[in-house]
Every structure is written in structure tokens, then in C-alpha cells.
């Protein structure tokens, strides 16, 4: 069992920079491979940017160059970095912990971009 608690959501305006982070606890953090996703009002849940247990990345092409995820094992924790976000970047973020047999979700953090 893997609880997952998201930080760091909010209003931000255009252009600037976000930072979430994600800590988790109740399992062996350096197992799972570790994720963000979010979802705007009407749409379905889509990934932004994931990393492996190995460290590998991938993020959605709608994000790629402006995002970094990364990981630190030592303190079971998983933070995304947003550079010029934009409104279309408005959405819940979810943090994600999964293996080949079990997934594991978050509460969401609220990011809303704005002027």
C-alpha cells in the first residue's frame, strides 16, 4: 500500500514557474515507477511526465521542454517542475505510483493559470 500526498498547486500566472511535489509513504518508494497526470473540466485524465524506477523520463509532448520530473529515493518524494506554464496547463495534478500490478493515486492539487 502506497498513500500519496501532492503539494504545491495554486494560482500561477503565465510565464512564471510551478513546482509540485509529491511525497509518498507506506511502501518502498524506489520501487515504483513514479508519475504526474492531470485533468481539465471535460477532459480525461492524461499523463504529463513520468519517471521510472531506473531514473528514465518521458512527458507529453504538450509539456516537453518546459517540464522536468525528478525523484529522490532517500526522501520518498517526486517533484515536477513547470517553466511558462500556460492556461491550457489548468488542471487537477494527480500523482502516481505504479508497478506491473498496482497503481496508486493521489488527491490532486489544484493548479489554475491565470492573470
Known amino acids: 500500500q502506497v498513500q500519496l500526498v501532492e503539494s504545491g498547486g495554486g494560482l500561477v500566472q503565465p510565464g512564471g514557474s510551478l513546482r509540485l511535489s509529491c511525497t509518498a509513504s507506506g511502501s518502498i518508494f524506489s520501487t515504483y515507477n513514479m508519475a504526474w497526470y492531470r485533468q481539465a473540466p471535460g477532459k480525461q485524465r492524461e499523463l504529463v511526465a513520468q519517471i521510472t524506477r531506473g531514473g528514465s523520463t518521458n512527458y507529453a509532448d504538450s509539456v516537453k521542454g518546459r517540464c522536468t520530473i525528478s525523484r529522490d529515493n532517500a526522501k520518498n518524494t517526486v517533484t515536477l517542475q513547470m517553466n511558462s506554464p500556460k492556461p491550457e496547463d489548468t488542471a487537477v495534478y494527480y500523482c502516481?505510483?505504479?508497478?506491473?500490478?498496482?497503481?496508486?493515486w493521489g488527491q490532486g492539487t489544484q493548479v489554475t493559470v491565470s492573470s
Open positions: 502516481n505510483a505504479a508497478t506491473l500490478f498496482r497503481s496508486y
